[in-house]
C-alpha cells in the first residue's frame, strides 16, 4: 500500500516562500512518476509539476517561472520549492504518484492512482 504524506505548508505573506516536502512509503521502488497537483475552492484541481524516475520533470506553463520540482530517490521524496507566493496560490497542495512514465499526461490528474491528504497553503496580501 503506497502512502504519500505531504507537509511544509502554512500561511505566509504575498511575496514570500514555502518548501513543500512528500514522504513516500509502502513501496520497494520509487513510483515512476511524481508529481505536484493543487485544488483551490471553487477551481479544478490542477497540476503544476512532476518529475519522472530518470529526472525528468514537466511544468505547468505558469508555475515554471516560481516553483521547482525536486526529488530524492534515495529517500523517496519529492520536494516543491515555491516563490514569489501569491493569493492566487492560496489551495491544498497534493502529491501525487502513478506506476507509469511521466511521458504520458504528466500533469493529468486522472491519471495518478496514488494520493497524499494534502497541505494547506495560504498566502496573505
Known amino acids: 500500500q503506497v502512502q504519500l504524506v505531504e507537509s511544509g505548508g502554512g500561511s505566509v505573506q504575498a511575496g514570500g516562500s514555502l518548501r513543500l516536502s512528500c514522504a513516500a512509503s509502502?513501496?520497494?521502488?520509487?513510483?515512476?512518476?511524481m508529481g505536484w497537483f493543487r485544488h483551490a475552492p471553487g477551481k479544478e484541481r490542477e497540476g503544476i509539476a512532476t518529475?519522472?524516475?530518470?529526472?525528468?520533470?514537466t511544468y505547468a506553463g505558469s508555475m515554471r517561472a516560481r516553483f521547482t520540482i525536486s526529488q530524492d530517490n534515495a529517500k523517496n521524496t519529492l520536494h516543491l520549492q515555491m516563490n514569489s507566493l501569491n493569493p492566487e496560490d492560496t489551495a491544498m497542495y497534493y502529491c501525487?504518484?502513478?506506476?507509469?512514465?511521466?511521458?504520458?499526461?504528466?500533469?493529468?490528474?486522472?491519471?495518478?492512482?496514488?494520493w497524499g491528504q494534502g497541505t494547506q497553503v495560504t498566502v496573505s496580501s
Open positions: 501525487a504518484a502513478r506506476a507509469y512514465r511521466c511521458t504520458y499526461r504528466p500533469l493529468e490528474s486522472p491519471t495518478y492512482n496514488y
Open positions: 509502502g513501496l520497494t521502488v520509487r513510483p515512476a512518476c
Open positions: 518529475a519522472d524516475l530518470d529526472g525528468t520533470t
